[in-house]
């Protein structure tokens, strides 16, 4: 009998926090760090009598996330009211748009196993509201063991998207990829900053698994995952172990696990979540999107960072994986396109913002925007290396030191008392001269043939370099040597 194989399919369930200063149906501040309970008000609470008023702004979030996924736009959506018990959802009920969202039908693109470009479709991205957060008394915040738990509400109400993939995902990779791509999008569209350590986004999957002998093993919907690993983890296990039970012959039960992080595991969820959906929010009326409004909105849209890469290759001929990594994020990318309209060549400006840039960003910790080397100032270093006025060590030099002292160009380049224009003419001639005269034995081998590779070429070229403290160009030095080795 031939060896039986198996296909994941996998589902994806992302939870967003949308920006916006103000909570989904009140005028409530979002910020979730303030003192607990300081932005709450009758509606976010839900006290009898306190009727939602729809936030504009989150709809047109939403419309903008919704773009970021290749979504359409539905001209008319619902609220509905998912009741359910429970102490940080004081009304009972959530408000969500479940299964009549704001937009529909989208896909994102992840690379197969093949490195073939594959589309994941997405269902849809409704939006709802968030509930409180709780707080248990035991020093880790388990519940069990827990002489108290406490409500926070200022997380009530605040404005969340869910994104709901079809079944296209084959393995914890793509799933990766997904979540990935899909949250650089939405950031780009500034639908949400989506911060990943401020539990911005939070991720369910639906595991099955497909046997090659015609068998279809039950859903399982493992919860819980809030980091790109956790859903990788969670995912590999929850394969592995439906494998192993339909290897042995048995059967997959259909049921809600919990990712259990530390462990490693996911285990059968022992909270069931009976809620009835389908109820109309009464104090809602329907959501109406005009055409006019979809325009006004699309307009807003930017380039998406895939769009944008190919472009560097196409038009600047910049390294894909360079190109990527400038896109990744939109601020960085428009510090470099600044840099090359104010007149950098693209290559060489996408060299120094991935190589020195970003090694300063990192080692002191800053984001572009608190990167002070302007990307003028940045465009005229460059151009100074290219054309050779500075060396690209001594290049490096000054852009450090305009880093440290937040200085201009020509500041540093005179307090690093370099002499720009390098050395050349009859002293560099003198100090070739000097330099060979002391290598009697390097110019015997290159005369003689035998430097078929260049490298005591090179070699003088460093003592040449050395001699001028770094100040000669390359190109210079090596000519001159070239010159004088004839
Ligand atoms: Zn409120």
Request: glycine fraction near 8%; aromatic fraction near 6%; charged fraction near 25%.
């Amino acid at each position: 009998m031939a060896e039986l194989t198996f296909t994941p399919v996998i589902g994806i369930e992302i939870h967003i926090r949308l920006k916006s200063d103000s909570k989904l149906f009140c005028s409530c501040s979002t910020d979730t760090d303030a003192p607990a309970n300081t932005n709450i008000c009758p509606v976010c609470m839900g006290l009898p009598g306190s009727l939602p008023v729809m936030n504009h702004r989150v709809v047109e979030q939403g419309m903008l996330a919704g773009f970021a996924l290749n979504c359409g736009i539905r001209p008319k959506s619902l609220f509905f009211r998912k009741s359910y018990f429970y102490p940080d959802l004081p009304k009972g009920h959530q408000i969500s748009q479940c299964d009549l969202p704001i937009t529909t039908s989208g896909y994102i693109e992840v690379h197969d196993s093949e490195g073939k470009l594959k589309k994941i479709r997405v269902h849809h991205l409704h939006l709802e509201e968030d509930v409180g957060s709780l707080h248990h008394s035991a020093s880790d915040g388990r519940l069990e063991g827990a002489d108290t738990s406490y409500v926070d509400y200022n997380r009530s109400g605040t404005p969340l998207a869910e994104i709901v993939s079809e079944p296209d995902v084959s393995s914890s990779k793509e799933a990766v990829e997904y979540v990935m791509t899909l949250r650089r999008r939405v950031i780009y569209s500034g639908a949400s900053d989506v911060e990943l350590e401020k539990g911005m986004m939070r991720f369910d999957a639906n595991v099955s698994m497909k046997c090659s002998d015609g068998r279809w093993g039950h859903k399982v919907e493992v919860k819980n995952m809030n980091s790109f690993k956790a859903l990788e983890r969670a995912i590999e296990y929850e394969i592995k172990r439906q494998k192993k039970i339909m290897l042995q012959g048995g059967e997959v039960i259909q049921e809600t696990r919990h990712w259990n992080d530390a462990k490693g595991i996911t285990s059968p969820s022992r909270v069931k979540e009976n809620y009835r959906k389908f109820i109309v929010e009464p104090d809602l009326p329907p959501l109406y999107i005009s055409q006019e409004w979809i325009d006004r909105v699309a307009a807003r849209m930017p380039e998406m960072p895939d769009v944008r890469a190919s472009r560097y290759v196409t038009d600047w001929n910049i390294p894909q994986e360079v190109a990527d990594l400038i896109t990744d994020d939109r601020n960085l990318a428009d510090y470099f396109e600044s840099c090359v309209k104010a007149g950098a060549n693209p290559v060489r400006a996408a060299h120094w913002v991935r190589t020195e840039v970003l090694r300063v960003m990192n080692e002191k910790g800053l984001k572009i925007s608190e990167f002070t080397m302007k990307p003028e100032t940045l465009a005229g270093l460059v151009e100074r290396v290219d054309g050779g006025k500075l060396s690209t060590t001594q290049g490096k030099e000054v852009f450090d030191y305009m880093c440290a002292n937040n200085s201009g160009i020509d500041d540093a380049v005179k307090a690093l008392g370099i002499t720009e224009g390098g050395v050349a003419g009859n002293a560099l001639a003198d100090i070739v001269a000097s330099v060979i005269a002391a290598n009697p034995d390097v110019l015997d081998e290159i005369k003689s043939g035998k430097d078929k590779k260049g490298k005591k070429l090179k070699f003088l070229q460093g003592l040449v370099m050395k001699e001028t403290k770094g100040q000669a160009k390359p190109n210079e030095v090596a000519e001159a040597i070239a010159e004088a080795v004839k």
